[in-house]
T-cell receptor, first 113, second 115 residues
Framework: QQQVKQSPQSLIVQKGGISIINCAYENTAFDYFPWYQQFPGKGPALLIAIRPDVSEKKEGRFTISFNKSAKQFSLHIMDSQPGDSATYFCAAERMEYGNKLVFGAGTILRVKS | GAVVSQHPSRVICKSGTSVKIECRSLDFQATTMFWYRQFPKKSLMLMATSNEGSKATYEQGVEKDKFLINHASLTLSTLTVTSAHPEDSSFYIC???????????FGQGTRLTVV
């Protein structure tokens, strides 16, 4: 029940295209859903996060879509750029439960120029 | 966001020796710090959670005597890998969080190689 399932494992997108990464969770008690971007040899950095009281959040080229009934959330990267090439992790947590993030397996994104 | 400094960024040590990794929160009072381990092309695996001034809580399967965690202040936590062996080689990442805060801030990671 603690798992967060992320897909696809890897993704290749043309420059200017839309990158879409999906995550699904089981634990309905989760109430915070962040996405992290990680470059090789670096720690993860928060991209964008959402709480279940909204269905969509947009920050620049990054959008989270959240479907509470389906227990799914996704990251959309609009106008994808080569500099977006990185590994992306979704995560979820139950804020009151020791603030422990449960991470998805990660998606390696490559944007071709 | 908070600046988290992790040191060293890379370390090579001989099998049987101990290695200490520092995680500093430079501009943020981190009531909780987390230590993760990451294998190549894999996700982050939580090793332990520590709150300032108290003992760390280790995840199942993580040897607390091998991975010593000290969270002595609101800005510093250390992870000591004792009697390191080649299988301990990995990427170790710390994360900090303020009380009641949503966002977790991550260090840049430490690449440990045990030879």
């Amino acid at each position: 029940q603690q798992q967060v399932k992320q897909s696809p494992q890897s993704l290749i997108v043309q420059k200017g295209g839309i990158s879409i990464i999906n995550c699904a969770y089981e634990n309905t008690a989760f109430d915070y859903f962040p996405w992290y971007q990680q470059f090789p040899g670096k720690g993860p950095a928060l991209l964008i996060a959402i709480r279940p009281d909204v269905s969509e959040k947009k920050e620049g080229r990054f959008t989270i879509s959240f479907n509470k009934s389906a227990k799914q959330f996704s990251l959309h990267i609009m106008d994808s750029q080569p500099g977006d090439s990185a590994t992306y992790f979704c995560a979820a947590e139950r804020m009151e439960y020791g603030n422990k993030l449960v991470f998805g397996a990660g998606t390696i994104l490559r944007v071709k120029s | 966001g908070a600046v988290v400094s992790q040191h060293p960024s890379r370390v090579i040590c001989k099998s049987g020796t101990s290695v200490k990794i520092e995680c500093r929160s430079l501009d943020f009072q981190a009531t909780t710090m987390f230590w993760y381990r990451q294998f190549p092309k894999k996700s982050l695996m939580l090793m332990a959670t520590s709150n300032e001034g108290s003992k760390a809580t280790y995840e199942q399967g993580v040897e607390k005597d091998k991975f010593l965690i000290n969270h002595a202040s609101l800005t510093l936590s250390t992870l000591t890998v004792t009697s390191a062996h080649p299988e301990d080689s990995s990427f170790y990442i710390c994360s900090v969080r303020g009380q009641g805060a949503d966002e977790a801030f991550f260090g840049q990671g430490t690449r440990l190689t045990v030879v």
